[in-house]
């Protein structure tokens, strides 16, 4: 009887549909979807061998390249959200016992040097304060010292807000014969990211920041440096294993799902299974690429620049401070101190979201508390909705205490537009 009312009364809710209030998300990603994407994503299923799906497959790789700006053959999908793409590339480029350099400047270098730790990596860490970003004479001078094998390094690095300039970097590295891989999950689509211009060996990101997809599938590009040494690891499983197959000499990848190995031989003509690609995410990214490259590259670009210039300005008008090397500001997210009258900030972040159903974003570590982060990423990265969010902003602010003159953050992001 009282098993049966639970149930009953279970019953009510789980069966209800799912309908989110919706939201404005200008937080540092997820990011609200384009609806192209969202429309893909209901596309029938189609078998992973599928021809259809194989040419799906080999479209998104060369739409990838034109995103990274790469003539990289290796340009695919890693399923998982960006996370996967890190360690994919990490876990296959790293054998036990490298020397892997990981400059950190905020939480996703952090990231990085848990994942290369533990792929048994000898990791040696140069670190600067959350809010600034690295010359490059210090990477070079970190290189000079620790002869690493792969430096690992973010790129725009959304904790801090800060975007570390890399095109001198990849240079250094190539002279000095190390390999560089780059997280570019924050900036991909938003600010350039030119892979062969500046030296990258291997670039990962995710859908869910500057292309406006759902999170949940990582884009990722390497050059044949780094598929040579994956293919010196190879080893393929049994039971999908052509009978004549030898094993590479080179330590095998202790992550089988990661294995970028056996992912390439899904990816190439062998079109040898490994894990089910995710149908649906293919279908999402290959939308994704689709917007970010039919606005064109640098029309994106210069939309994430002028609207995190028109915020910058109404946020400063309304008189609250900017975090961060201003030379270094990612373009797509900013960071904002919360006024001390507004204690951690959490109060005013939870009723912009209830009363005016917009999401900004909170930090993590040492920035707790101290900031709130803003995207202006993708879909969302548009001028309603940056006048919507300073005029939310002014609004619950001065319901908490803080008053700035009326209407000056708006105003002041209008003359940004106008101009
Ligand atoms: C947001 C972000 C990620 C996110 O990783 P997920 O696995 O998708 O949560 C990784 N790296 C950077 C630099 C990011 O800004």
């Given at each position: 009887m009282i098993m049966n009312n639970v149930i009953a009364g279970q019953a009510k809710d789980l069966f209800e549909a799912l309908e989110p209030e919706p939201r404005l998300l200008m937080g540092p990603g997820p990011v609200d979807v384009y609806p192209a994407v969202l429309r893909a994503m209901s596309l029938p299923m189609l078998g992973q061998f599928d021809p259809q799906f194989t040419d799906y497959m080999n479209q998104v790789m060369a739409l990838y390249r034109q995103i990274y700006c790469t003539a990289n053959h290796w340009t695919l999908l890693v399923n998982g959200t960006a996370r996967a793409g890190i360690e994919a590339c990490l876990s296959s480029m790293i054998s036990p016992g490298d020397r892997v350099l990981v400059p950190i400047f905020g939480r996703f270098g952090h990231l990085l040097t848990e994942i290369a730790s533990r792929c048994r990596a000898e990791v040696i860490n140069i670190e600067t304060e959350w809010g600034s970003t690295f010359e490059a004479d210090q990477v070079a001078d970190a290189i000079r010292r620790h002869q690493p094998r792969i430096v690992a390094l973010v790129h725009g690095d959304t904790s801090t807000t800060m975007a570390q300039p890399l095109a001198d970097i990849g240079p250094i590295c190539r002279e000095a014969g190390a390999l560089l891989y780059v997280d570019a999950t924050a900036t991909?689509?938003?600010?350039?990211?030119e892979v062969d211009d500046w030296c990258l060996d291997a670039v990962t990101a995710g859908?869910?920041?500057?292309?406006s997809g759902p999170p949940g599938c990582s884009p990722i590009t390497i050059n044949d440096r780094v598929a040579e040494i994956i293919n010196a690891r190879k080893h393929v499983e049994a039971g999908?294993?052509?009978?004549?197959a030898v094993n590479a000499d080179g330590a095998i990848v202790q992550s089988n799902y990661f294995d970028l190995g056996m992912l390439m031989d899904y990816w190439?003509?062998?079109?040898?299974?490994h894990h089910t690609e995710s149908t649906s995410m293919l279908y999402a990214a290959h939308a994704c690429a689709r917007v970010v490259l039919g606005e064109g590259l640098d029309a994106g670009f210069a939309r994430h620049r002028s609207a995190s210039k028109a915020l910058r300005a109404g946020l400063m008008a309304m008189g609250l401070k900017l975090f961060g090397d201003s030379r270094h500001r990612m373009d797509n997210v900013t960071g904002v101190y919360i006024p001390?009258?507004?204690?951690?900030g959490d109060a005013v972040r939870a009723h912009l979201l209830e009363d005016f159903g917009i999401e900004i974003g909170t930090s993590f570590g040492p920035l707790h508390g101290k900031i709130w982060r803003i995207g202006t990423m993708?879909?969302?990265?548009?001028k309603a909705n940056i006048l919507r969010c300073l005029g939310a902003l002014e609004a619950v602010m001065r319901r908490h205490g803080f008053a700035s003159p009326a209407g000056a953050g708006v105003d002041a992001a209008y003359t940004v537009y106008d101009a």
């Open positions: 991909l689509g938003g600010m350039p990211v859908l869910q920041k500057c292309l999908i294993r052509a009978q004549d190439s003509p062998l079109r040898l299974n001390e009258v507004l204690g951690n993708g879909y969302g990265c548009r």
